[in-house]
Each structure stands twice: as structure tokens, then as C-alpha cells.
């Protein structure tokens, strides 16, 4: 029996032409597309809009901040640059990227109705939710849905008469400043995500996704598919001689250099540091992923995305620093300054959704910890840790994880009507750590 060798292009291609059908000609009013790391969600959500536009239909289009918002402007305006695109934006000083100025199909205004005649009209969410007294657009696109409150999306319900709702379920649940359990397993639960509310409501919904990444190596994609996506299998655009990392000096025998040397000949690299209950700002820990990102950049690595491409400099811009907390990226920053070090992307996995980067080092949610909390153990936190690079990561970590786990209780109460999520924190942790502990370097400081 002969197999059929997988083509990424043609099924990203295929399943593009399923989703844009479903929403230019299906004939129910919303359709959910589920999409893992770098599948290329900006891309449909701009290819959506101009088939939309290009068929004559009024359309809004939703994002979560004003980041994502300027960025869909500017690739809309570049695609199609004859398209009339309205930035919707606030009153605040500098609100919009003010590059969108010295677009001539690009018109900006803080008001809807100003820009309500316009093709497309691309603002947040939190900015739609106070548009009133304008004709509903016969399509939205909602961008980043999966990232979007159930609350803000019923303030912007009454804007449009169907909907293409697009995001990543693997990644972060909405953010909420307060408290949210006394509406938990309420079926209009304000903290819910706006897709799962959705689709619990309106269960006949179809439920498409991409089933490529072309962000993450065919050494990543594996582990973050079983781990984070168990019902939404995806596989790497490229295949295992694609991506590669190469250094332009020999290692020096150290740790630091030994990891990286692990995680360019397999795209994983597990730090780990003497077990140890520390401080969440944990001194060693911290020196050690700075001292990793100085190798990065003195032994001149160079990153290869395709077979037939040259390697590029991975120079600081290209490499990122992943933590769990504010105050561990903060103390991470300051020691990349100690060293010399600038112009490396340092930040909390909240703040690197949705970028990507050659390298990425992180630390470990659990490094050091004495217990396993439902904040550390979220799965969408260690998701988005784990899929922001093209050709490596590295881990730095206490050892000690497995047994951390291992002596987790379930304490947690059972909450009625209250969808459980799967995989859990708990069984992604333990994948994870089960496939980094076969790429081990031992480091003692």
C-alpha cells in the first residue's frame, strides 16, 4: 500500500477554501476557526476581508488591542492598497501607529460613524462596545477570538449580522481583573471565552481549523500538537532539514554552550539547575537564562528557515525571553544589562502571544516552586512559552519538576456546568517536561 506524502501547502490551502466558502456562502450567521501557533491567522483574517469586501459586503472587523488592530490595517493596506479601510480608534493621545497616516486608502477616525460608509472598519473591541447609532455591518471578523470575554462580545453583538470568529484555542484564557467564580457553570458566564460561550449557545456552529504551523519546526510541532492541541492535531510546514541553527564559534564546554548546542541539533534544550525551593526572582536561575542569551549572540548564530535559503544572523530583535511573572522578566532585563546585552524581547507569556522569534529561552513556571498552583500549572501559559520559535528553545529550570508534580493534589473543587478543560496544566506540564528531560544539560553554579 503506497501512502500519499503530506503537503502542508495544499492543506492550508484547502482548508483556507473551506473556510472562506463557509463564510462567504454557508448559511449559518457565525463559523469558528481553530488555529495552532503560526498557522497564519493574520493571513486568513486579511485574505477574509478582501474576499469579503471584493463581494460587495459591509465589514467590521474586531481585535483585542490596539497593536493588533494597526498591524491588521497596515497588512490590509498593503494586499490591497485600493481598498477604503477605516482605523477606528479612541480619544487618547497616540492611539493608532501613526504610520496609517501616509496610507491614502487608510482613514482614521474616533468616530464610527465617520468611517461607517468605508469597506472595512478594523478597531478593539473595547472601542466597538461604545458604537451606537450606526446601520449593523453585514459581516465582522472577529480576530483573536479565543482571547475575547463572552461579555465584550455580547457589547458588540448587535454590531453585525454574522461573524468569522478566528483564534487559538491552545493559547491564554481571556484576562479578568477581578474575581470571577461566582458565575462559573452560569451559561452566561462574563469571564468565559466569547467562542466557548459561543458555541455552547450555538452547538450547530461549524468548527473548521488550519492544520499547518509555519512558525514551529517539525522538532516542535510534534510535542506542542500532543501536548496543547489533542483534538486539534496540526503539523510543521517544514520538515526536519528545513530549520536549522548553526553557531559560528565551537562551544566552550560550558553549560550555557553545551544547551545550545542540544537545542540546535534537536530544537530542544533543558537547563537544569540544582533542585531548590527559591524565590520566584530566583538570582541563579535568572543569571543562568541571561548567560544563555549572551552565548546566543558571542558565538554568532545563524538560523536557516528553509532548505533552499541562506542563514540570517540571529541578531537580539530575533531572540525572546519567555517568564511567567512581571517581576521575573524584570530581573531578567536587569541581568541582560549586566551583560551587555540589549534589544533582546523580554516579557511575560501574556504580552508574547502571538510573535515569534529564531530562539527562545524561558523559565520554567515551576522552577523552584514548592507548590504547583492553578496560575503556574494553566496550560495556555506554558502553550505560548513553548511555541514562539522557529528553530529553538531552550529551557531553564530547577530540577525537581517531576516530583513536584507527581505530589500535586487535586484539590480543586468541582464546579457544575463548568466544561472541563483537557489536556489540563497538569498532563501538559508532564508531557513537556517527560520530552526536555531526554535533551538534559546539567548545569551547577
Given at each position: ?183 462559573a457553570g452560569l451559561s452566561y458566564d462574563p469571564s468565559a471565552s466569547a ?75 533543558l537547563l537544569e539547575l540544582p533542585a531548590r525551593h527559591t524565590p520566584r ?165
Open positions: 500500500m503506497t501512502t500519499t506524502a503530506f503537503d502542508p501547502a495544499a492543506a492550508a490551502a484547502a482548508a483556507t477554501a473551506d473556510i472562506l466558502d463557509a463564510t462567504l456562502h454557508g448559511e449559518h450567521r457565525g463559523v469558528v476557526v481553530d488555529s495552532p501557533p503560526g498557522a497564519g491567522k493574520s493571513t486568513l483574517v486579511v485574505r477574509a476581508a478582501r474576499e469579503l469586501a471584493a463581494a460587495g459586503r459591509r465589514l467590521m472587523i474586531i481585535a483585542q488591542t490596539n497593536a493588533q488592530v494597526d498591524d491588521l490595517v497596515l497588512r490590509l493596506a498593503a494586499k490591497e492598497p485600493g481598498l477604503p479601510v477605516g482605523r477606528l480608534h479612541s480619544s487618547d493621545p497616540d492611539a493608532y501607529d501613526k504610520a496609517l497616516d501616509t496610507l491614502p486608502n487608510v482613514r482614521t477616525s474616533a468616530k464610527a460613524t465617520d468611517l461607517a460608509a468605508l469597506d472595512v472598519v478594523v478597531s478593539t473591541a473595547a472601542k466597538w462596545a461604545h458604537v451606537r447609532g450606526v446601520e449593523p455591518w453585514r459581516h465582522a471578523i472577529v480576530d483573536e477570538a479565543y482571547q475575547m470575554r463572552s461579555d465584550a462580545l455580547l457589547a458588540v453583538a448587535g454590531l453585525f449580522e454574522r461573524a468569522l470568529f478566528v483564534g487559538d484555542p491552545g493559547q491564554l484564557d481571556p484576562f479578568s481583573i477581578v474575581g470571577a467564580e461566582q458565575w467562542v466557548s460561550t459561543l458555541l455552547a449557545h450555538n452547538p450547530e456552529l461549524p468548527q473548521l481549523r488550519l492544520p499547518v504551523s509555519w512558525r514551529l519546526p517539525s522538532s516542535a510541532a510534534g510535542l506542542v500538537s500532543r501536548a496543547f492541541y489533542p483534538y486539534t492535531p496540526f503539523r510543521s510546514g517544514t520538515g526536519p532539514e528545513d530549520r536549522k541553527l548553526t553557531f559560528g564559534t565551537a562551544s566552550d564546554g560550558s553549560p550555557h554552550d553545551r544547551v545550545l548546542d542540544e537545542a540546535a541539533a534537536s530544537g530542544w534544550g526572582t530566583d538570582p541563579e536561575a535568572v543569571r543562568a537564562v541571561a548567560t544563555v542569551v549572551r552565548r546566543v549572540l558571542d558565538r554568532g548564530a545563524a538560523a536557516t528557515s528553509t532548505a533552499d535559503t541562506p542563514p540570517t544572523p540571529v541578531t537580539a530583535d530575533r531572540v525572546a525571553v519567555g517568564t511567567a511573572h512581571r517581576d521575573q522578566a524584570a530581573a531578567v532585563r536587569a541581568a541582560l544589562t549586566d551583560l551587555g546585552v540589549t534589544g533582546v524581547t523580554v516579557d511575560t507569556a501574556n504580552r508574547l502571544q502571538g510573535r515569534e522569534f529564531d530562539v527562545t529561552v524561558i523559565l520554567h513556571p515551576l522552577s523552584g516552586r514548592p507548590d504547583a498552583t492553578a496560575f503556574h500549572l494553566e496550560t495556555g501559559r506554558l502553550c505560548v512559552l513553548t511555541s514562539r520559535h522557529r528553530n529553538a528553545c531552550v529551557v531553564v529550570c530547577r530540577a525537581g519538576v517531576a516530583d513536584l508534580l507527581d505530589d500535586h493534589p487535586s484539590t480543586e473543587p468541582v464546579q457544575l456546568g463548568v466544561t472541563v478543560k483537557f489536556p489540563d496544566g497538569w498532563e501538559a506540564m508532564m508531557s513537556t517536561w517527560d520530552r526536555w528531560s531526554s535533551h538534559r544539560v546539567v548545569c551547577r553554579p
